[in-house]
């Protein structure tokens, strides 16, 4: 009967053990749930990062999942509603002020990421992490710093007599007339193939090149700081009316024309200025003969930049549980230190020193002598719908024909309107 | 007995529409209700929704996008329902005559009802360019090379609606047909014994024949144009562009939801659409049932 009762007592402690010690094990175990928006090329480097970390980390298991570009968004939005949002994320620099106001964003873990101080990430990135810091923290790591220049098709510019080394125009005041040059139009004087014209179609692409034009003026769209509309100034007027000229007086283009980047790559467009580093693939894929050449500045710029800066990065979930967020930042560790790799097979840049080492044709060093003068649009809770106001004021003056001096007022009380209602929403969120 | 077994077959009858009053009570009427509770809320998806009464309905009436969108939309509804009205009967009357290769050409109407909204968008995107082959059409002659179909805001919204009507007037058409293959023959046959010319016999026995169906063809057609979006959406060059000329509201609902991080105001404009096409649906039933 004894020998029954200490058998019975063994089973129940060996059991008791097995349980605990699973337990024990599955405390250990993390699992990350990680979403990235698709970029073909990445997608193989990616799975074998996530592959090579699982090895190295068998207490981490990685849920690697690509959403389409075109959903990415939308979907982030729904599972972060729904409570099953990803512990790790990628989103664009143009968007994370929402994130960052709603708390989604936990800030960088400089101790789970093996990193003695911030200085570190400064010296890896430099301006890099401007568009992911907010109150002085920061909330993200840079998996791809981008910036436009300007590609023009050499074929088409020696067709026109022209070089683009010599003849590039240095600013904006000098490219009317030689996108003329560059121009063919029929009998009525329609373009048939343009010079140069700017990217209409794309909202994100006149968000980070017209707002750079304003800039370079001293001005901007929206002022980040004091969350106002800056549109109605006598220098923004000026700015508004090149654009204006540009489709109306000049007709050299417009929105009524087909998204830049695609007349570029179809030989419809001799010069394009909203590729990135990432555009010269593609250059060599549609066998276009290209020099890369710096966006103009306007003769009585103020500020030496070209387009706008704009970055995708990886972040944390800040609803995941402590645990699982140490895990994550290790992961952005581990997965931001392939740079040189993800750029090589990818062609996605992130200013590390031993990225930029290798972009080093002439081409290429455009790009980086121009991120240094780069400067981010402004981040902006409600960017959507004040870039979406911007489009519509836009077209008003140049398809409605409406004046400046009437839309401008108007477009500025609008976005303000939007602002306001953002940062009051805001402000509620916080107290 | 009897009573037992009646009862009996009530419950079997209920247990067999069980399923589908669950489904449509799960997908149809919760979503409803969920809509209505989440437009009374001011709501961003990221952060937990606050209640706000009905100040986001308050917010319409002065919100310069809803107004536009509103308007827009009414101007579509109009363009959308009238002359398709019109033309689908004008094209069924033609097609219920009897001539060679009609049932040919039947099918070769019906063609623009069979692809997707998507791909009818993409293709007339194509067709509208403005150096393309409707430019062609309309100014060639004239010399003409460049029309901004897609560009101006005159022009924007009227290719939004020729382009609808061109997709959903051979859909009409064939209930339009339906209905006039219920015509009793003996009426008409009746008639021109009579000596009524084809005009008169459409107008005196065809059209108040035609009653039921007018309304389900009024009805369809109001409901899938206030409901419009794929087109506005996918075949201008910048959704709702250009300068909002062709903002409808179901446009509007998406941009609000998961542009503007609105939650609270897409289902305000979901409910008032909700609203504006259960009038406009009842309206029709009420005209049909007086006129019965």
């Known amino acids: 009967m004894t020998l029954r009762r200490l058998a019975f007592a063994f089973a129940v402690g060996v059991a008791v053990q097995v349980v605990v010690g699973l337990g024990g094990a599955a405390a250990q175990q993390v699992t990350l749930k990680v979403w990235m928006h698709e970029h073909p090329p990445r997608i193989p480097i990616d799975k074998a990062i996530v592959a090579e ?5 068998p207490n981490i298991k990685i849920q690697y999942d690509v959403l389409g570009v075109a959903e990415y968004s939308t979907k982030l939005l729904t599972a972060f509603a729904s409570g099953s949002g990803p512990d790790i994320f990628n989103q664009t620099s143009a968007l994370v002020a929402q994130y960052f106001t709603s708390r989604i964003m936990a800030p960088v873990d400089l101790a789970a990421m093996g990193h003695a101080n911030e200085k570190v990430l400064q010296d890896l990135y430099g301006s890099g992490l401007d568009g992911i810091r907010f109150g002085g923290r920061l909330y993200g790591i840079p998996t791809e710093v981008s910036n436009y220049a300007c590609y023009t098709n050499n074929t088409i510019w020696k067709e026109a007599g022209l070089d683009p080394m010599k003849d590039f125009p240095r600013t904006w005041e000098e490219f009317p007339a030689i996108a003329e040059k560059l121009t063919q139009r ?48 006598p220098t923004n007027h000026r700015t508004f009316q090149y654009l204006i000229d540009w489709a109306a007086k000049h007709r050299l283009g417009g929105p009524q024309y087909t998204d830049s980047r695609t007349d570029f790559l179809g030989g419809k467009l001799g010069t394009d200025c909203t590729f990135g580093i990432w555009g010269i693939p593609q250059m060599h894929d549609a066998k276009i003969d290209f020099t890369v050449r710096p966006a103009p500045r306007f003769a009585d710029a103020t500020s030496d930049n070209g387009m706008n800066a704009y970055a995708y990065y990886m972040m944390v979930n800040a609803r995941s549980s402590t645990a699982v967020q140490k895990a994550a930042w290790a992961y952005v560790r581990y997965y931001s230190d392939q740079a040189e790799r993800l750029f090589a097979g990818s062609g996605l840049f992130v200013p590390r020193p031993e990225v930029a080492a290798r972009a080093i044709d002439a081409n290429s060093r455009v790009f980086l002598d121009e991120l240094k003068k780069a400067k981010f649009p402004p981040r902006v809770v409600g960017y959507s719908q004040v870039l979406d106001a911007v489009m519509r004021g836009r077209d008003r003056m140049i398809q409605g024909g409406e004046p400046a001096a009437k839309v401008l007022p108007e477009l500025n009380k609008d976005i303000d309107v939007i602002l306001q209602r953002e940062r009051a929403r805001a402000e509620a969120l916080n107290r | 007995m009897l009573k037992r077994t009646r009862l009996g077959r009530h419950w079997w009858g209920l247990v067999f529409v069980l399923p589908v009053v669950l489904f449509f009570a799960v997908f149809s009427v919760f979503p409803v209700l969920f809509g209505f509770a989440i437009s009374l809320t001011d709501y961003n998806l990221l952060d937990e929704p606050f209640y706000v009464g009905f100040d986001n309905y308050r917010n319409l009436l002065d919100d310069r996008l809803f107004l536009t969108a509103f308007k827009n939309t009414l101007v579509f509804v109009f363009g959308a329902t009238l002359p398709v009205w019109i033309l689908s009967l004008a094209v069924a009357v033609l097609f219920d005559q009897a001539f060679r290769g009609r049932e040919f050409l039947k099918t070769l109407f019906f063609l623009p009802v069979l692809p997707p909204v998507v791909v009818v968008a993409v293709i007339w995107r194509l067709l509208l360019h403005p150096n393309g082959v409707m430019t062609w059409f309309a100014g060639g002659h004239q010399g003409i090379t460049e029309i901004p179909w897609l560009a101006n805001t005159t022009l924007a919204p009227l290719a939004m609606i020729v382009v609808h009507d061109w997709a959903v007037i051979p859909f009409f058409m064939v209930i339009w047909l339906a209905g006039l293959a219920g015509v009793p023959r003996e009426l008409r046959e ?53 300068a909002n000329s062709t903002l409808v509201l179901g446009l509007l609902v998406l941009k609000y939801g998961f542009q503007y991080f609105r939650m609270g105001d897409a289902a305000a404009v979901s409910v008032v659409m909700f609203a504006m096409i259960l009038v406009v649906t009842a309206i029709q039933l009420g005209f049909n049932r007086r006129v019965r």
């Open chain 1, 53 to 57: 970390f699982e090895k190295a980390n």
């Open chain 1, 186 to 233: 029929d009998a009525n004087g329609v373009p048939r193939r343009r010079g140069f014209d700017f990217n209409w179609p794309s909202a994100g692409a006149f968000w980070n090149s017209f707002n750079a034009l304003l800039q370079q003026r001293g001005g901007t769209l929206v002022d980040e700081a004091t969350y106002k509309a800056a549109l109605d100034t």
């Open chain 2, 190 to 242: 009746a008639a021109r014994l009579d000596g009524a010319s084809s005009w008169q016999m459409f107008w005196h026995i065809d059209l108040p024949q035609l009653r039921a169906t007018a309304v389900l063809v009024a009805a369809l057609s109001s409901i899938n144009a206030f409901q419009t979006f794929t087109l506005q959406y996918a075949m201008a060059p910048d959704p709702g562009g250009p």
